[in-house]
Nanobody
Framework: QVQLVESGGGLVQAGGSLRLSCAAS????????MGWFRQAPGKEREFVAR???????YYADSVKGRFTISRDNAKNTVYLQMNSLKPEDTAVYYC???????????????????WGQGTQVTVSS
């Protein structure tokens, strides 16, 4: 079992930056692929970014060039650096763990086995 706890959300003006963190419990963190998803009110949960155990990264087109996903296996933590934020980035952001650790892109929520509770990100115009 893996527990994930997100932090770092908040209110920021358009054009600003935030860094989200996701702390994971468990000894197998380094073998998992990790992802970030987000869900705005009335919308489905959508893929944001993914990082495999080997460091390969994948991004949604809507955040490519603005967001960066990274991980620190020594700290059992994955990060999402968000720059040039837009009002449409407003959502609850969730961290997720994929036990398969697949090298490939996996962008559906059902590809992930463990989820955090989410952290709110609000971008004002």
């Amino acid at each position: 079992q893996v527990q994930l706890v997100e932090s770092g959300g908040g209110l920021v003006q358009a054009g600003g930056s935030l860094r989200l963190s996701c702390a994971a419990s468990g000894r197998t963190f380094s073998s998992y692929a990790m992802g970030w998803f987000r869900q705005a009110p009335g919308k489905e949960r959508e893929f944001v970014a993914r990082i495999t155990w080997s460091g390969n990264t994948y991004y949604a087109d809507s955040v490519k060039g603005r967001f960066t996903i990274s991980r620190d296996n020594a700290k059992n933590t994955v990060y999402l650096q968000m720059n040039s934020l837009k009002p449409e980035d407003t959502a609850v952001y969730y961290c997720a763990a994929d036990r398969s650790g697949s090298y490939y892109q996996r962008a559906h929520p059902y590809d992930y086995d463990y989820w955090g509770q989410g952290t709110q990100v609000t971008v004002s115009s």
